[in-house]
């Protein structure tokens, strides 16, 4: 029986186990598990950059990768406590974009400023408890290659962004987008596509 294992099956232990990670009161990694842990076991790729602004609170039990030569900016968050986070190659994460996992981005991926992807919802179908009490739901989030997403674009939980589409700027995205296509709005809606035949993007 594998240490994770017993550490899983065990409540007490688990609880002690998840004190010792995890700041009290707090949806972030004690320093010990920053400075000690972190760089061990997640992956980097080379030439990736985390500006020295951005916060990263990034714990062992879930997976984190940023690929080679990606850039997290100043002021971004990523979480990866109750989802793995999954950066392709020369992607960018903008200034103050936040990102909840579970979230998967592609490569050469495009993100501005403010960006809100967030595959955790609190739970709300017992109205006899609040909702900060209730268990949280995952649902993964999965961004292609050289997707562009614009400022101030919320991605919400259980979206898929097909490759080489476009969110507009201040965009809500609740349902999955196709391929080749530029959404805008709140809820986003497709209203262009590209046309192979003509090269064109035409409006839908």
Known sequence: MS???IVK????????VHWMIVQPGRAAPRLWVKWFVTP???KRGRGSVIRFYARLDIFPFNNFELGA???????????NGVGDIIIGHH????????????VTLGNYVTMAQHV???GLNHGFEDVTISTRLQKVVTKQITVCDDVWIGANAVITAGVTIGKHSVIGAGSVVTKDIPEYCVAVGNPARVIKKYNSETGNWDRV
């Open 69 to 79: 030569y990606s850039v997290i900016e100043d002021f971004a968050v990523i979480n």
């Open 116 to 118: 809100v992807l967030s």
């Open 40 to 42: 061990f076991i997640h």
């Open 91 to 102: 992607t960018g994460i903008g200034l103050s974009n936040i990102m909840i996992g579970p």
């Open 9 to 16: 099956s065990n409540p007490r232990l688990k609880k002690f």
């Open 3 to 5: 240490l994770l294992t």
